[in-house]
Every structure is written in structure tokens, then in C-alpha cells.
């Protein structure tokens, strides 16, 4: 892990938590936590945002985060969500591309690709996910795909809204599987995106930009992938549904 970069653990909860089990999990996470420089990120299904703003709102390095918006401003999408509305209760990051979205919603590149012009636009830092499944890993063809996620879905964005990007590498085989990649595939993928950010913007920008590696991570393999130097923290599913575990998944970044 490179000190220059902003080192990230974000917990998406995915649909998990009743209101009161969300307040309860965010206030345990907050009484274990220690103070450090690692970014701590919350994505938490919608009726969690407001209440969670107010337990981590004022704690440094503590964020609230989404885990998707709508690609419009506002409008007739019933059941919708966008920007704007998240940015209005307090949200810092959105969570956009994760796979689940991407195999059970239908999400393409293209459509990504709007959503993450819009969570720029309304000042949201997209944690936009990039990863292959296991069948692509296996033809050898996962360098050329996450790619392709990475060109459609990102390198339109000038380099000063690229900025604000963070990515996430989540191979689809790994998350929730139990099944985690190896130190070495995740530096190797993440040391991959790295170079291919540098070849589309510049070295520099490359070298400032935080890639979060996610699935099956936990405390007992954490230390490990967060060492690779091209590994510059998590996106954690599971794990960050128990305080004890998530904190000591931030700790070990
Ligand atoms: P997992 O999920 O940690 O439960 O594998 C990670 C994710 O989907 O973001």
C-alpha cells in the first residue's frame, strides 16, 4: 500500500439491516473504531442513509456512501433514486458498476457510464466495481475485460473528474463465495488498472488513484492483500455486517 494514496475501507451492506439493526451496527462501528488515516466508508441501503449521516457525521474519516443512483436528475422512475437526493442526506460516495447490479439489474457499461456523470455532477465520489467471473478468468481473457469495464464505463470523464473515481477490482468469482484471490492476482490486476489509468490519463494521476480490492475479504486475509503495493484498501461485503470484523479489516489497512 502506497502512503501517497487515500487509503479506503467501505462496507457495503448490500440488503441487509433493518432500520434499528443499521443504527445499532453504525454506532457499534464507531465505538470500536480507532482513530487512523484510513477513509471509512458506509454504503448502506437507502433508509439508512439520513440516520447513519448522523452517527458519522463530525467523526473524521468516516463517510456515508450509497450503493447505486438512477442515471437521470429527477423525474417519473418510480421506485428511483438519484444523485442529488443522496447528495441532500448526506452521502459522500456511491458505489456504481458493482456486479450485482451489473448481472441482476442489467446494468451495462454504457448505462454506468451516465450514472457516473451524474454522481460527479452532483458532487458524489463514484466507487465504480470492475471484475470477471470466473469463466473469463479462466480463457485468460480477465486483463482485457476489466479493461473494457474501465473504457466504457470511466475513461470519457476528463482527468480532474477522474479524479474524484475510485475503483474498485471485485473478481465475481470471489465475492461472496468465501473464495478469495490470491495476493499476488489481486496485485497483478490492480498493478494492471494502474497502468492502463496512466496510459489514458497521466502517471500522476494513476499514482494518486485509490483501487479497492473486494470479495471475501476478512480479517484473516486482510494484512495480506492491503501489503500489495498496488492494493490500496477494500470494499467489503460480509465482513462488514459484524462491527468486530469490519473494524479489524480497517485496522489492518
Ligand atoms: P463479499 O462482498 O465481501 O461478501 O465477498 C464484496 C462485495 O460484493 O462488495
Same mark, same amino acid.
Request: glycine content about 8%.
Given at each position: 500500500?502506497?502512503?501517497?494514496?487515500?487509503?479506503?475501507?467501505a462496507g457495503n451492506w448490500?440488503?441487509?439491516?433493518?432500520?434499528?439493526?443499521?443504527?445499532?451496527?453504525?454506532?457499534?462501528?464507531?465505538?470500536?473504531?480507532?482513530?487512523?488515516?484510513?477513509?471509512?466508508?458506509l454504503c448502506?441501503?437507502?433508509?439508512?442513509?439520513?440516520?447513519?449521516?448522523?452517527?458519522?457525521?463530525?467523526?473524521?474519516?468516516?463517510?456515508?456512501?450509497?450503493?447505486?443512483?438512477?442515471?437521470?436528475?429527477?423525474?417519473?422512475?418510480?421506485?428511483?433514486?438519484?444523485?442529488?437526493?443522496?447528495?441532500?442526506?448526506?452521502?459522500?460516495?456511491?458505489?456504481?458498476?458493482?456486479?450485482?447490479?451489473?448481472?441482476?439489474?442489467?446494468?451495462?457499461?454504457?448505462?454506468?457510464?451516465?450514472?457516473?456523470?451524474?454522481?460527479?455532477?452532483?458532487? %458524489?465520489?463514484?466507487?465504480?466495481? @470492475?471484475?470477471?467471473? #470466473?469463466?473469463?478468468?479462466?480463457?485468460?481473457?480477465?486483463?482485457?475485460? /476489466? =479493461?473494457?469495464?474501465?473504457?466504457?464505463?470511466?475513461?470519457?470523464?476528463?482527468?480532474?473528474?477522474?479524479?474524484?473515481?475510485?475503483?474498485?477490482?471485485?473478481?465475481?468469482?470471489?465475492?461472496?463465495?468465501?473464495?478469495?484471490?490470491?495476493?499476488?492476482?489481486?496485485?497483478?490486476?490492480?498493478?494492471?488498472?494502474?497502468?492502463?489509468?496512466?496510459?489514458?490519463?497521466?502517471?500522476?494521476?494513476?499514482?494518486?488513484?485509490?483501487?479497492?480490492?473486494?470479495?471475501?475479504?476478512?480479517?484473516?486475509?486482510?494484512?495480506? %492483500?492491503?501489503?500489495?503495493?498496488? @492494493?490500496?484498501?477494500? #470494499?467489503i461485503g460480509g465482513a462488514s455486517l459484524q462491527?468486530?470484523d469490519f /473494524? =479489524?479489516i480497517?485496522?489492518?489497512?
Amino acid at each position: 500500500m502506497n502512503k501517497k494514496r487515500n487509503r479506503i475501507v467501505a462496507g457495503n451492506w448490500k440488503m441487509n439491516m433493518t432500520y434499528e439493526d443499521g443504527r445499532d451496527l453504525a454506532m457499534a462501528i464507531i465505538d470500536q473504531l480507532q482513530p487512523s488515516e484510513t477513509k471509512v466508508v458506509l454504503c448502506t441501503p437507502y433508509i439508512h442513509l439520513r440516520s447513519v449521516a448522523n452517527i458519522v457525521n463530525g467523526i473524521s474519516n468516516m463517510f456515508l456512501g450509497a450503493q447505486n443512483c438512477h442515471e437521470a436528475e429527477n423525474g417519473a422512475y418510480t421506485g428511483e433514486i438519484s444523485a442529488p437526493m443522496l447528495k441532500s442526506v448526506g452521502a459522500h460516495y456511491v458505489i456504481l458498476g458493482h456486479s450485482e447490479r451489473r448481472e441482476f439489474f442489467g446494468e451495462t457499461d454504457e448505462l454506468l457510464a451516465r450514472k457516473v456523470d451524474q454522481a460527479l455532477q452532483h458532487g %458524489l465520489k463514484p466507487i465504480f466495481c @470492475v471484475g470477471e467471473k #470466473l469463466e473469463v478468468r479462466e480463457a485468460g481473457k480477465h486483463e482485457e475485460l /476489466v =479493461a473494457q469495464q474501465l473504457r466504457n464505463g470511466l475513461f470519457h470523464l476528463k482527468p480532474e473528474q477522474f479524479r474524484e473515481v475510485v475503483i474498485a477490482y471485485e473478481p465475481v468469482w470471489a465475492i461472496g463465495t468465501g473464495k478469495t484471490a490470491s495476493p499476488e492476482q489481486a496485485q497483478e490486476m490492480h498493478r494492471h488498472i494502474r497502468a492502463l489509468v496512466a496510459k489514458k490519463y497521466k502517471q500522476e494521476v494513476a499514482d494518486m488513484t485509490s483501487i479497492l480490492y473486494g470479495g471475501s475479504c476478512k480479517p484473516s486475509n486482510a494484512v495480506e %492483500l492491503f501489503s500489495q503495493p498496488d @492494493v490500496d484498501g477494500g #470494499l467489503i461485503g460480509g465482513a462488514s455486517l459484524q462491527a468486530g470484523d469490519f /473494524v =479489524a479489516i480497517i485496522q489492518s489497512a
